[in-house]
């Protein structure tokens, strides 16, 4: 019999700063190091690395 395993994932921003157990709907992959983040967390590190790298085009209008 095979058994399905789901993977559920939380975000890291809100059970690292806040304690909440909240679904991660994306994944961050930085070197050796990953993150898995809720909507809003993730929106925040994209438009984040985007600014860093110098493109703030695509993330202005998601606010
Ligand atoms: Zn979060």
Partial sequence: MA???IEKLDCDGCLKKE???V???MKL???PD???L???HGEKFRSLIAE???NT???AQSA
């Fill in 3 to 5: 058994r399905k395993v």
């Fill in 19 to 21: 304690g909440r157990e």
């Fill in 23 to 25: 679904d991660a709907v």
């Fill in 29 to 31: 992959i930085i070197g």
């Fill in 34 to 36: 990953e993150y898995h």
């Fill in 38 to 40: 809720c909507e809003s």
């Fill in 52 to 54: 860093a790298l110098g």
């Fill in 57 to 59: 085009t695509d993330t």
